[in-house]
C-alpha cells in the first residue's frame, strides 16, 4: 500500500495502477480462507468477516496455529493431528498468495526498480519483501509435506534457514534473468512467460 501511495504521490499513474490491480488476487485468497474456515466449523460472524476483509485471513490462521501449539487442549495426538492440519491450510494458502500475488508483484516492482532512473527505494524494498515472502511460502510448504510423512524429523533452525537463502537465492535469478529479458526485448516476455 505505501508502493501504491507512493506511486500516486510522485504521478506515476501507470505503476501505480499495475501495482494496485497485482494485489487483487490476494482478496481471492482470503476468499478461500473464509470459506475453508466455515467448512472447518467455525461460525460466519461479523468478526471473521471483517477480518478477511482487512486481508487479515492469514494473519489469523497464523494466531490461530500459535494459539493450539501453546495452548493446547485435551488429547494430545487429537491436538496434533489438528495442529498439523491447520499448518498444511495455513502453508497452502500462503503458497498460493506468494504464487498469485507477492510473485508477480516481485517481478513487476524489480522491473520498475531497473527501469526508473533515479533507481526507486519504494521498489527495491517491496521487491525484497516479495522475494522474502515466495521463498518462505515455499519452505514453509515443503516442511509442511515433511510433516506428512511418518516418522517426520523436525528440521533444526540453522537447516531452514539454509533452505531460506537457497529458495531466495534460486527465485532471485529466475526473476532478475525475466526482468533483464523484459528490459531488452520488452512485450516478447510475454511469449517466454
Not at 56 to 61: A, D, M, Q, S, V
Not at 72 to 82: M, N
Request: hydrophobic fraction near 55%; charge should be positive.
Amino acid at each position: 500500500c505505501a508502493v501504491v501511495v507512493h506511486y500516486f504521490l510522485t504521478a506515476q499513474y501507470l505503476w501505480a495502477g499495475w501495482t494496485l490491480g497485482l494485489l487483487l488476487p490476494g482478496c481471492l485468497i482470503q476468499v478461500l480462507s473464509f470459506v475453508w474456515l466455515h467448512s472447518d466449523g467455525h461460525r460466519r460472524c461479523l468478526a471473521l468477516s471483517l477480518v478477511h476483509i482487512f486481508q487479515l485471513g492469514i494473519l489469523k490462521r497464523h494466531v490461530d496455529c500459535l494459539h493450539l501449539a501453546v495452548c493446547g487442549r485435551g488429547d494430545e495426538t487429537c491436538q496434533a493431528r489438528e495442529l498439523v492440519m491447520k499448518q498444511g491450510d495455513l502453508s497452502l494458502l500462503r503458497l498460493m498468495e506468494a504464487l498469485l500475488q507477492a510473485l508477480p508483484q516481485l517481478l513487476l516492482q524489480t522491473y520498475i526498480y531497473m527501469t526508473l532512473k533515479p533507481a526507486d527505494i519504494y521498489a527495491a524494498s517491496c521487491s525484497l519483501a516479495c522475494l522474502l515472502s515466495v521463498s518462505w511460502a515455499l519452505v514453509s510448504f515443503s516442511h509442511f509435506l515433511c510433516l506428512l510423512r511418518p516418522g517426520n524429523l523436525c528440521l533444526p533452525w540453522a537447516s531452514v534457514l539454509c533452505q531460506l537463502l537457497w529458495r531466495m537465492g534460486m527465485v532471485g535469478t529466475r526473476v532478475m534473468a525475466l526482468v533483464v529479458f523484459a528490459r531488452v526485448f520488452h512485450f516478447w516476455v510475454f511469449a517466454v512467460g
